[in-house]
């Protein structure tokens, strides 16, 4: 039997996984860049730039909604088929 579900569909909650993902990622790099210069023995940079380094949290926090997001379209559509 075939899904109904086409694999390339967006699901409620991808983009939110998406694009925590790659906040995440901006600031992984972000914090690697900041740490450098204390492993390098260098000037470090402004503390404002350590700010940068929050862009891990917030990005974790949009994958994490966009988990709920899906996980609550899921049940949604289960209670539906029923």
Do not use: W
């Not at 790099?29 to 900041?34: I, Q, S, Y």
Request: net charge positive; no cysteine; hydrophobic share 50%.
């Amino acid at each position: 039997m075939r899904d109904k579900t086409q694999t390339n569909s967006a699901e409620p909650g991808d983009r939110l996984i998406r694009a925590g993902a790659l906040v995440f990622f901006l600031g992984a790099v972000a914090t690697l860049v900041t740490v450098a210069p204390f492993l390098l023995g260098t000037t470090p940079f402004p503390t404002y730039m350590f700010g940068l380094s929050m862009l891990m949290g917030v990005g974790f926090a949009l994958a994490g909604a966009g988990v709920l997001r899906s996980i609550a379209a899921g049940r949604r559509q289960a209670r539906a088929g029923r």
